[in-house]
């Protein structure tokens, strides 16, 4: 079974930069980032599948950068001009099975979760 150990986060000011990692135990060919505020649900935020194929969520589109690297089994999350919004914990997932690679009921397998906060 895959297991995955995030790290990135931190405290950062609005406006500022952040890069989230996800080691995998495997390789796999479809990851995703999450993010989830207490009492709200869990939101996908970035997917990539067979490494190039790139969807995102339109609250970070055109700020974040999903993207994978194979030597390391390692999906990266660049974000960028970050507002305090993107505070939440993020998390990143595996094992897809299903047909909406940013609907998190599709994953069974996640990370223990890294926190960004962001502040102005």
């Known amino acids: 079974q895959v297991q995955l150990v995030e790290s990135g986060g931190g405290s950062v000011q609005t406006g500022g930069s952040l890069r989230l990692s996800c080691v995998a135990s495997?390789?796999?060919?479809?990851m995703s980032w999450f993010r989830q505020v207490p009492g709200k649900e869990r939101e996908g935020i970035a997917a990539?599948?067979?490494?190039?194929?790139?969807s995102y969520a339109d609250s970070v589109k055109g700020r974040f950068t999903i993207s994978q690297d194979n030597a390391k089994n390692t999906p990266y999350l660049q974000m960028n001009r970050l507002k305090a919004e993107d505070t939440a914990m993020y998390y990143c997932?595996?094992?897809?099975?299903?047909?909406?690679?940013?609907?998190?009921?599709?994953?069974?397998?996640w990370g223990q979760g890294t926190q960004v906060t962001v502040s102005s």
């Open positions: 997932a595996a094992d897809f099975r299903g047909w909406s690679l940013l609907d998190p009921s599709m994953y069974n397998i």
């Open positions: 495997l390789l796999t060919d479809k």
């Open positions: 990539i599948q067979n490494r190039i194929i790139t």
